[in-house]
């Protein structure tokens, strides 16, 4: 039987009510809190409430938190964003100081960076001479040049300019590199691409553990599509230009005529207007219905009652709504790149490879037709992504970081 460890674990955004980056530290510090003796550094201004609303219902012995408020320049952030990092950093450094004044006292068998999950801020919990792990490990990924047609030209500048800007950091930034090729630490990247990444910018082996979990499915029953039913598409997320909902929109476009469909969108964002001009050009905005942002019982709820999930995001981690989606038993159709290509294979979803934007069009319309057309298809892929869900399961991930720990600690 493994021991029981204590583990500092530096958890920047983290929250029992929320999904993203802070639901994700949640159910990592909350899982390993069952096996180990948890102590967590997060910020205060934004989870505090949360975490403690929380411990006041479900008091926990074994999880421990430590609040650090990190100063913020709104103005300043819509002015120039990663001006972000600016306060980040300095926050981290306060982390830094109370880890080392707390380890005097507790000294902890591990010390673990888990989130933000963007490699570009480590951290510094990697200076203390203990075993250490970073990660999920993040953003390594540039968007490839050949979907650029996709993007307005404010969006070929912005994002042309992340793709240059991100390769230059990957390869020079300090501190990324001396936190991961410090003695004594593991590393755990959130895609094989990133795993890749981290090989060949810093000659270091890693882990995959995805940064999001699949949530409970025991209940949910595939239902076949009833006749005379059009497919119901469900689309969600940000309305903003690298999520490219007009992609799928122009695919549906090209799609024939005999084809039923019915596509929910959810979100809102700087794109929505332009979007639904889009839909309403095309033609096909009366099979669009646009739900903005809701609940997110609201939102599994119309996700629940759709046929298939469509992604067409330009670049992505692993995103929480694919893994979302399978766990409702929602085949997926994708571009087969970013954490997409790792979640969905051939029994759960169809991959669209990343190619010309007319190409791509295409597959994603063939993709819809053959869902429509053979509902047998559609039904195989619904039972085959509620099993690919359980590969994704919170349980795995804590057993997967706990076989990490006690590897560092033998």
């Known amino acids: 039987m493994a021991k029981k460890l204590k583990i500092l674990i530096s ?29 967590v550094i997060v910020e205060k201004e934004k989870w505090e409430k949360d975490i403690n609303s929380f411990l006041e219902k479900y008091p926990s012995k074994d999880l421990k938190f430590y609040f650090i ?11 120039w964003p990663p001006s972000y990092y600016w306060f ?27 989130n933000m999950v963007g490699y570009r801020e480590p951290g510094f919990l ?6 250490f792990v970073w990660g999920p490990i993040g953003g390594t990924e540039n968007i490839p040049w050949k979907l650029f047609l ?67 499915n025991k209940n949910i029953k595939i239902d076949s599509r009833k006749e005379n039913e059009p497919l119901k598409i469900v689309w969600t997320g940000q309305h903003i230009q690298r999520k490219a909902l007009h ?16 596509l929910h969108i959810l979100g809102l964002g700087t794109e929505t207007k332009r979007w639904q001009k889009m839909a309403k050009n095309l ?15 609201i939102a599994l709820s119309i996700m629940k009652q759709a046929h298939v999930l469509a992604i067409t995001s330009l670049y992505d981690l692993t995103s929480t709504v694919i893994i979302e989606g399978i766990s409702l038993g929602l085949p997926v159709v994708t571009l087969d790149h970013c954490g997409f290509s790792f979640v969905i294979d051939e029994t759960c979803g169809i991959k669209i490879p990343v190619d010309n934007p007319k190409k791509i069009f295409i597959n994603f319309k063939l993709a819809i037709q053959k869902l429509y057309q053979s509902e047998s298809y559609r039904v195989s892929l619904a039972e085959g992504a509620l099993k690919r869900a359980q590969d994704f399961s919170w349980e795995k991930k804590i057993k997967q970081l706990n076989e990490v720990y006690q590897k560092l600690t033998v």
């Not at 929250?15 to 180990?36: D, I």
């Not at 408020?69 to 002015?79: E, H, Q, S, V």
């Not at 992609?247 to 019915?262: G, I, Q």
């Open 150 to 216: 996709l993007f307005s030209f404010y969006g070929k500048l912005f994002y042309g300019f992340r793709n240059v800007t991100n390769r230059y950091q990957i390869k020079n930034l300090s501190r990324p590199k001396l936190a991961a090729n410090r003695e004594q630490a593991i590393l755990i990247a959130a895609t094989p691409d990133i795993q890749n990444s981290i090989k060949k910018y810093w000659n270091q082996n890693s882990f995959i553990v995805p940064e999001i979990g699949s949530i409970e």
């Open 69 to 79: 408020t990190k100063k913020r320049a709104r103005l300043l952030r819509k002015i």
């Open 11 to 39: 958890c920047y955004a983290c929250s029992p009510l929320r999904g993203s980056e802070p639901g994700m530290g949640w159910s990592f510090v909350f899982g390993l809190s069952k096996h180990n003796e948890v102590h």
């Open 283 to 297: 033609n096909i905005d009366s099979n669009c219905i646009w739900h903005g942002w809701v609940d997110k019982s």
């Open 247 to 262: 992609l799928l929109l122009k695919s549906l476009d090209l799609v024939d005529k005999s084809v039923e469909w019915e």
């Open 126 to 131: 990697w200076k203390m001479k203990k075993p």
């Open 88 to 114: 980040y950093k300095k926050w981290q450094q306060k982390a830094f100081l109370l880890a080392k004044k707390l380890d005097r006292t507790e000294n902890f068998d591990v010390i673990h960076q888990l």
